[in-house]
C-alpha cells in the first residue's frame, strides 16, 4: 500500500515570496497570488494509520509546520498544483533520511520517496502551470505533475504511484565478436557495444587503433572479449582516466608533455631544492601532499567536472565537490578534508539566446542563468553538508562557456605525516586482502561518466551520466574512516571511487598486490536488475575501495555497521598478474593486468602553429577616464562575488584568518589564509589564477599570466615563494585538433619555464580535453561552441606565522600607496580592450576559429611574465611583509592598477589620491598606465612611519616600486586628472551585480 | 498551526549534584554522527576553557546509555544532521528521543549544563528541550557571516557577558518564539557598523539569536562561540591589527590572541567549580 505524507509550513515562509518574484519574470498570461509548498513523503509499505501519524509527528515540527495523511491541506483554495519529484533512480537524499529516520522510528524496512508540491493560487491557465513547473525542474532527472486545483479536490491527493526503477530482465553478459570490418569495429568504439535489441550502450570513446589492438589481444587468446572486458578497458583507456594526450608523444616530445614538462620541472625543481625540497607525495596518488610541519602533510587536489554540470548543474556541483574530498580521503591511508575550493566559467547569466542539443528545437539546454544558480547551489549543499569550509573560489563569465560551464572543485586535506608508525603517504594492498567497498550502493546513475568526458557534448549525450552527490552518504563513511579506522590501523590501502567506478579503483589498487579477484554479485545494489558492466563501471556516487586484512574485517565490518556506513567484500587481492571478475560462479572477465594498465596504444600527435593577429581598439579621446572607468568596474569578471561567497560555510572547523571577503567594504580576496591544525601558528595559504582570455592572442603568456597571478596573490597574502606548490587544470577544447593541440603545447611548455623559473613545483593536476558543445542555435542552424583554453593554476604555500597574515583593503587614511613592478603597455585581451572591442564589435567572422566572441579588437601586447624581475619583486614583498610594514597588499590583475586601488578602497571603504605619472616600466599612454594588466604588480599601503625602512628593502632587494599616492581622509578617489570619483560611488558598482543575486 | 509554548524546567529543587571540586575537570560529551560537523572545534573549545571534552557518537550513547551519567555538560554542535533533509535538527532529535528520551530527562533534572550550536539549537528545539522553532532564513538562503549579540537572559553560560560578536552560519536560523525564552538577541554594534549590515540576519521573531531553558541552564543559539576562539577568526582583525601595531604595541602572536567566544565555554567550567 502506498502513502502519502504532507508536510505543510507556516504560511508566510519566505521562499513563497522569493518564488512568486521568479514567477511573474517568467512571462505568464495569468497573475499567481500565492502559493503553498508542501513537502510530500512517498511510503511504499504497510503501514497503520497509527504508525501514519506517528510518522507524520515525526516529519513535522508542530511548532512551524503540520502534517496531512493522503490528504492535501483544503484550508487554501488553488487553481494549480505542481509537484516536482525525482526520476526513478535518481538520488533522493531528502527521502533516503525521511526513510532512515522512519525505520529508526517504526522499527521496520521502509520504502520512502520524497517530492515537493506547490499548491499555487491565483488566476492562471494550464500555459502558465507548465511554465512554471519547466522554470523548477530538470527533465533529465526530475519529474514534473500537474493538475487542477478542482481535479485534486475529488481524489483530494497527488497520485500514489512510487517513483520505482524497473528494469527490464536483460542477459547479464554478452560476447562481442570484434572480427568485423573496420567500419563496424569503429562504430562499437564510438557508439558503443550493440545490445541484442539492437541499441547501442553509448560511447566507448576508443577509436580505431585502440579497438585494432583490443581485437589483436583477444584473437591471441583465441576468444571473443565480454561486455565486461570491453567497457572495462574503455573505462581504464579513456582519455579522462589516462590522460592520453598528455602522456602521448607530441612533435619533437617523446615522452610527452606531461613527463617532459610538468613532471619535468616538478623533478627539476625538487633536485634543486635539495634538502629544502617540501613535496612528499606527487602526482602518484588520489592528491599531491607537501610538508606542513614536523607533524604534518597537507594535501590539495583540484577537479574538473564539467559535463556532468552541462546538464545537470546542481548534480555535477554538488559532485564534482564532494567526489574532490574523497580524492583528500582516498589520500595516503585517508587525509581529513580541511578547506574547499571552487570554481565556475559560466556565460553571461543574462544571455537568453537558446541552445539545442538536438535537431528541430529538441532537447534545450537550460539557460545559462540555471546553469549558473545551479552550480553554485551544488556547492553550497555538497560544501556546506559536508563541514568543510570552502575557503576559495572564483566565477568567471564569458559568451563562449554557454554550451559547456567549466566547474572547478578541489580540496586540501591534513594528514599526520606517520600513522600507527607507519609513513601516511604510503600504501600497498597485499594479496589475501578484502577487496572492500565502502559507502553508497551502486546504481544505474553514473555509467559511462568518464567516456562521456572524453568527448564533445552533443545530443547522444547519456543521461544517465548525471549523478547526484549526496554529503550525508560521504560524511558518515569520511568520519568512520578518518577520525577512527585510520587510527585503529584497520586497512592497507585506500582510494576513491570515482570515474570508472569498481573498474578503474579495483583495477588499480591491484597494481599494489600484483592482482584481484572480484565476485560482482556482491555489490549491493540500489535496485535489482543492473547488469556486471553495469555494476563494474558505474559512477555511482560516494563510494571508497579499501583493502581490508583478513583477519581485521570482523573489527573493521562492526566499526562501519556502528557508524550506519555499508561496508561488503567484494572480492581479494592476488599475487597474480590477473583481473579476473566473476559473476554467480562465471567468469566474465580475465584480463592480464599488464594489458589493461599498459595495453593501450600510443598515437603520435602533431601539433601546427597560427599565429593570430588582432585589430587594436579604438582609444576613447583626451585623458578624462572616469565614466569608462567606472563602466570597466562594473563588468561581471571584476565585480563582486560576495552572494556566491557569503552562502558558502568558511568558518566551519575554525580555521578562517583571511576570508573570501575581506574588510568594511567586503571585497573578494584573491589568496586566502586559513589554520587546519587549530592550536598550530602555522596557516596555509590558497589563491588560484586563470586568463584564458589571454589565450586568444597566445596560450604560452595565459599559462604565464595564471602562475605568475597565483604564486603573487599568495604572496601578497603573507606566503612565501619558497614554500609555494602548484596545481594545473587543463580545460580544452577540440583536443583531436592539431591548431588546439598547439595552443596547448604552447601553454604547457609555459608551464615549464615559469615553474622552473620561479621554483614552484607542481604537485597535482587534472585535465579535461573535450569541451565543445556541439548542437543547435536558436534558430535551428547547427552550432558548435567550444570553450576558450582554459589553464586553472592553484597555489597552495605554508605559512610559519599566520600572524603575518596581509589582507587587501586600504587600512588607514595618511596611509602610503606604493606600486611594485614594471608597467609596461600589456593592455592585449585584457578586461579593458575586452570592453571596448566588444563596444566597437564589427559583424562576428565565423571563419577564424579563434575568434572571440566580444569581437576582434582585442589588441595584441598580451602581458608577458618576467619570473627573474618578479622574483625580486616578491622576495623583497616577503621580507617587508615578515618586518610587519605592510598595511594592505593586493595584486594588480584582472583590469589593471586603476581597478587594484579601487578594490583596496572599496575594501577598506577608504579614499585614495594617486598619480600614475611616474610608473616603472614603458606604458606611456594614460589608458596603458591605469589598465594594462602587467603582470609581476602589487599595490600595498604603508604607515608612513615605516615609509623608509620599507623602501629601503625594495631598493636592497633590486625591486621596481614607485610611491604613486595616499589613502585619504574622506571618500574621494582620485588618480591624476583621469579619474575623479568617489569610493561609496565604487562599493555601489562593485556590488551591484553580486547584490542583484541575492 | 499550534501555539508556540515555552518549556520551563521544574527541577530547581533537585539537590545539586556538584560532585566537581576546583582541581577536577567538569566533563563534556559533545555529540557526534550522522552529519554533525563542528565536533572538533567544540571539543577544542571546551577543553581551552578548562573541560574535558569527549565526542561521542550517537550510537555509542545508544549502545551505552548509561554513558550520559558521567558527564557534567552536553553540547549539541553544529553541522548537517542528516543533511537538513528534512527539516534541520529534526532527524537527528528523532533519533535522540527514540533511543535516548530517558537518559535525556535524567540528565536534565541533575544539575547539568546543556549547549546546542546552530544544528544543535535545532535539534534541541525539535527534541522539545528548548522552545520555538527555527525556520528557513528571510531570504530562502544559506549566510555566513558575522553578527552582534546583547545578552538577555539570566543563565550561567552568560555570566559577565553583555555584548558579543560571533559568526553565524545557517540557512535556517529564523527564531520562531517568544521573547520572554531570548538568552540573545541580534544588536547592531561593531561588526554590524564595520560591514553596514542589518542587525537580523534571517528575519528572527524579537531579534532572538539564542534561547534559555531549564532556568539558563540550557542554551541554544545560532551563532557558533566556538568559531570565534581566537583574534584571526573575526572580520575585523586585520583593521585592529594596525590599530595595535600603530600604538607601539608588538602584533607578535596577535592571530591568536584570545576570541570572544570562548568566554561562554569558560563560563560552563566556572559553573561547575563554584
New interface residues.
Given amino acids: 500500500m502506498i502513502s502519502r505524507i504532507y508536510?505543510a509550513?507556516?504560511s508566510g515562509?519566505?521562499?513563497e515570496k522569493?518564488l512568486l518574484k521568479s514567477w511573474r519574470e517568467l512571462g505568464l498570461s495569468g497573475k499567481p497570488s500565492a502559493v503553498s509548498i508542501l513537502?510530500s513523503y512517498i511510503l511504499d509499505s504497510d503501514l497503520t494509520k497509527d504508525e501514519l501519524d506517528k510518522a507524520g509527528r515525526?516529519?513535522?515540527?508542530?511548532?512551524?509546520?503540520?502534517y496531512f495523511v493522503n490528504e492535501l491541506p483544503t484550508k487554501k483554495k488553488f487553481s494549480y498544483c505542481v509537484e516536482i519529484g525525482f526520476l526513478p533512480g535518481v538520488t533522493d537524499?531528502?527521502g533516503?533520511?525521511?526513510r532512515?529516520?522512519l525505520q529508526?522510528?517504526l522499527d521496520q524496512d521502509l520504502k520512502v520517496y520524497?517530492s515537493k508540491a506547490f499548491l499555487i493560487s491565483g488566476k492562471l491557465g494550464k500555459n502558465d502551470a507548465e511554465k512554471i513547473a519547466s522554470s523548477m525542474y530538470n527533465p533529465l532527472i526530475e519529474r514534473a505533475y500537474i493538475a487542477t486545483g478542482k481535479e485534486l479536490a475529488k481524489v483530494k491527493t497527488l497520485p500514489l504511484k512510487a517513483p520505482v526503477v524497473k528494469l527490464a530482465e536483460r542477459k547479464p553478459v554478452i560476447k562481442i565478436s570484434l572480427n568485423v570490418p573496420d567500419a563496424e569495429l569503429e562504430k562499437i568504439g564510438k557508439e558503443g557495444i550493440m545490445d541484442p535489441d539492437g541499441t547501442r550502450r553509448g560511447p566507448l570513446a576508443l577509436d580505431l587503433e585502440s579497438m585494432k589492438t583490443i581485437r589483436k589481444y583477444f584473437k591471441e587468446l583465441g576468444r571473443d572479449p565480454t561486455d565486461v572486458e570491453l567497457e572495462s578497458l574503455a573505462q581504464t583507456w579513456s582519455e579522462h582516466c589516462k590522460h592520453t594526450i598528455f602522456a602521448d608523444p607530441i612533435d619533437e616530445i617523446k615522452d610527452g608533455l606531461y613527463k617532459t614538462y610538468i613532471k619535468g620541472a616538478t623533478n627539476l625543481i625538487r633536485q634543486r631544492k635539495g634538502s629544502k625540497d617540501f613535496c612528499v607525495s606527487v602526482f602518484s596518488d588520489n592528491s599531491g601532499a607537501i610538508a606542513f610541519d614536523d607533524e604534518f602533510l597537507i594535501t590539495h587536489k583540484v577537479e574538473t567536472h564539467n559535463s556532468p554540470s552541462a546538464l545537470d548543474p546542481f548534480g555535477g556541483a554538488i559532485t564534482g565537490i564532494v567526489g574532490v574530498n574523497r580524492d583528500t580521503m582516498g589520500f595516503g591511508l585517508g587525509a581529513k578534508p580541511v578547506g574547499n575550493v571552487y570554481g565556475f566559467c559560466v556565460g553571461d547569466p543574462a544571455d537568453k539566446r537558446p541552445l539545442y542539443r538536438g535537431k528541430n528545437k529538441q532537447q534545450k539546454m537550460l539557460s545559462t542563468k540555471r546553469i549558473m544558480d545551479g552550480v553554485v547551489k551544488g556547492i553550497?549543499?555538497g560544501g556546506?553538508?559536508?563541514?568543510i569550509p570552502t575557503v576559495s573560489g572564483f566565477i568567471r563569465y564569458e559568451d563562449r562557456y554557454r554550451g559547456k560551464p567549466l566547474v572547478f572543485a578541489g580540496t586540501v586535506g591534513i594528514i599526520p605525516r606517520k600513522v600507527n608508525g607507519k609513513l601516511s603517504h604510503i600504501k600497498k594492498a597485499e594479496p589475501g586482502d578484502y577487496a572492500v567497498m565502502l559507502g553508497g550502493r551502486v546504481g544505474a546513475d553514473g555509467i559511462h561518466g568518464a567516456t562521456f568526458s572524453s568527448v564533445t557534448m552533443d545530443s547522444t549525450s547519456p543521461a544517465t551520466a548525471v549523478q547526484i552527490g549526496?554529503?550525508?552518504t560521504q560524511?558518515?563513511m569520511s568520519?568512520a574512516l578518518v577520525k577512527e579506522a585510520r587510527g585503529m590501523n584497520l586497512y592497507d590501502s585506500i582510494t576513491d571511487n570515482g570515474a570508472g567506478g569498481l573498474s578503474c579503483s579495483v583495477a588499480e589498487m591491484a597494481k599494489e598486490s600484483g592482482g584481484v579477484k572480484v565476485d560482482l554479485e556482491k555489490v549491493p545494489l540500489k535496485y535489482p536488475g543492473l547488469r556486471p558492466w553495469e555494476t563494474w563501471i558505474s559512477e555511482s556516487q560516494e563510494r571508497m575501495t579499501l583493502a581490508v586484512p583478513k583477519k581485521k574485517w570482523e573489527v573493521f565490518r562492526r566499526l562501519m555497521e556502528?557508524?550506519?556506513v555499508e561496508a561488503t567484500i567484494v572480492g581479494e587481492f592476488t599475487g597474480g598478474n590477473a583481473c579476473q571478475v566473476s559473476y554467480e560462479g562465471k567468469k566474465i572477465m580475465n584480463m592480464d593486468m599488464k594489458f589493461l594498465h599498459d595495453g593501450l596504444p600510443s598515437k603520435k600527435l602533431k601539433t601546427v602553429r597560427h599565429e593570430k593577429k588582432y585589430k587594436e581598439p579604438k582609444l576613447p579621446a583626451g585623458s578624462a577616464r572616469t565614466q569608462i572607468f567606472e563602466k570597466l568596474f562594473g563588468t561581471l569578471n571584476l565585480g563582486s562575488f560576495a552572494f556566491i561567497?557569503?552562502?558558502?560555510?568558511?568558518?566551519?572547523?575554525?580555521s578562517?584568518?583571511?576570508?573570501p571577503v575581506?574588510?568594511?567594504?567586503?571585497v573578494n580576496t584573491e589568496a586566502q589564509v586559513f589554520?587546519p591544525v587549530?592550536?598550530s601558528?602555522k596557516g596555509a595559504v590558497l589563491s588560484m589564477a586563470l586568463y584564458p582570455f589571454y589565450g586568444d592572442i597566445s596560450t604560452y603568456h595565459m599559462a604565464g599570466a595564471a602562475i605568475d597571478s597565483a604564486i603573487r596573490s599568495a604572496v601578497c597574502a603573507g606566503g612565501s615563494l619558497s614554500r609555494l606548490a602548484l596545481l594545473d587544470n587543463f580545460c580544452w577544447c577540440s583536443s583531436n585538433e592539431p591548431e588546439r593541440l598547439g595552443e596547448l603545447k604552447d601553454a604547457v611548455k609555459a608551464c615549464y619555464d615559469y615553474a622552473v623559473g620561479y621554483e614552484t613545483p607542481f604537485i597535482s593536476g587534472k585535465d579535461s580535453m573535450f569541451n565543445d558543445f556541439k548542437g543547435y542555435d536558436e534558430k535551428g542552424n547547427p552550432i558548435k561552441i567550444s570553450i576558450p583554453p582554459t589553464l586553472l593554476i592553484s597555489a597552495i604555500g605554508v605559512m610559519d606565522?599566520?600572524?603575518k597574515?596581509?589582507?587587501p583593503?586600504f587600512?588607514?587614511a595618511g596611509d602610503l600607496i606604493f606600486l611594485l613592478g614594471e608597467t609596461n603597455d600589456e593592455l592585449g585581451a585584457g578586461e579593458y580592450y575586452r570592453m571596448l572591442a566588444s563596444e566597437q564589435k564589427k559583424p562576428f567572422r565565423s571563419k577564424l576559429k579563434s575568434d572571440t566572441e566580444v569581437g576582434d579588437a582585442i589588441g595584441n601586447n598580451v602581458p608577458q611574465v618576467n619570473w627573474k624581475t618578479n622574483t625580486k619583486t616578491y622576495r623583497a614583498l616577503e621580507k617587508a611583509i615578515a618586518k610587519?610594514l605592510i598595511?594592505s597588499a593586493i595584486s594588480v590583475s584582472s583590469g589593471g592598477l586603476a581597478i587594484a586601488l579601487a578594490k583596496s578602497a572599496v575594501g577598506g571603504m577608504l579614499g585614495c589620491n594617486a598619480s600614475v605619472e611616474n610608473l616603472p616600466g614603458n606604458a606611456d599612454t594614460v589608458d596603458a598606465k591605469l589598465f594594462s594588466e602587467s603582470q609581476g604588480r602589487a599595490v600595498v599601503s604603508i604607515?608612513p612611519k615605516d615609509a623608509k625602512r620599507f623602501e629601503k628593502i625594495m631598493k636592497e632587494n633590486g625591486a621596481h616600486f614607485a610611491k604613486i599616492g595616499v589613502v585619504s581622509k574622506n571618500s574621494g578617489f582620485t588618480i591624476d586628472k583621469a579619474i575623479k570619483t568617489d569610493v561609496k560611488k565604487l562599493h555601489a558598482i562593485y556590488h551591484k551585480f553580486s547584490d542583484s543575486q541575492? | 498551526m499550534k501555539k508556540v509554548t515555552a518549556q520551563k524546567s521544574r527541577v530547581s529543587s533537585k539537590k545539586k549534584t556538584r560532585a566537581m571540586k576546583r582541581h577536577v575537570k567538569p566533563r563534556a560529551m559533545v555529540l557526534s554522527g550522522y552529519g554533525l560537523n563542528c565536533e572538533e572545534e567544540t571539543k577544542f573549545a571546551f577543553d581551552s576553557a578548562g573541560a574535558k571534552a569527549d565526542i561521542v557518537h550517537i550510537n555509542d550513547i545508544i549502545a551505552k546509555p548509561g554513558m550520559l551519567s558521567e558527564y557534567q555538560i552536553l553540547a549539541f554542535p553544529g553541522g548537517f544532521s542528516y543533511g537538513d533533509d528534512t527539516g534541520s535538527g529534526k532527524a537527528y532529535a528523532n533519533k535522540f528521543k527514540n533511543h535516548l528520551k530517558k537518559q535525556l530527562d535524567e540528565f536534565l533534572a541533575k544539575d547539568t549544563l546543556v549547549i546546542g550550536i546552530c544544528n544543535g539549537f535545532q535539534i534541541l528545539t525539535n527534541l522539545g528541550v528548548l522552545p520555538g522553532a527555527l525556520a528557513v532564513n528571510k531570504n530562502g538562503r544559506y549566510i555566513d557571516r558575522w553578527v552582534d549579540l546583547k545578552a538577555v537572559g539570566k543563565s550561567p553560560w552568560l555570566s559577565g557577558i553583555k555584548k558579543i560578536s560571533l559568526p553565524i552560519a545557517h540557512g535556517e536560523g529564523r527564531y520562531v518564539g517568544n521573547k520572554k525564552d531570548a538568552g540573545f538577541v541580534y544588536e547592531e554594534g561593531e561588526i554590524c557598523k564595520f560591514q553596514n549590515l542589518e542587525k537580523n540576519p534571517n528575519g528572527s521573531m524579537h531579534d532572538i539569536a539564542g534561547v534559555l531553558g531549564y532556568k539558563g541552564r540550557v542554551l541554544g543559539m545560532m551563532p557558533h562561540p566556538e568559531r570565534a576562539m581566537f583574534f584571526h577568526q573575526s572580520p575585523m582583525w586585520q583593521k585592529e591589527k594596525e590599530k595595535i601595531k600603530r600604538s607601539g604595541k608588538s602584533a607578535s602572536k596577535i592571530a591568536q590572541k584570545e576570541g570572544e567566544g570562548l568566554q561562554i565555554f569558560k563560563n560552563a567550567v566556572e559553573y561547575f567549580k563554584k
Fill in positions: 508536510v509550513q507556516e515562509d519566505s521562499r522569493i513537502d515525526a516529519l513535522a515540527n508542530s511548532v512551524v509546520e503540520e537524499n531528502v533516503n533520511s525521511a532512515e529516520t529508526d522510528l520524497s553550497n549543499v556546506n553538508c559536508s563541514g549526496d554529503p550525508i560524511k558518515k568520519d556502528n557508524r550506519g561567497s557569503e552562502q558558502y560555510d568558511h568558518e566551519v572547523q575554525g578562517s584568518v583571511l576570508k575581506s574588510g568594511a567594504g567586503r589554520r587549530l592550536g601558528p606565522d599566520i600572524s597574515t596581509v589582507s583593503e587600512k588607514s610587519d598595511a604607515n541575492k
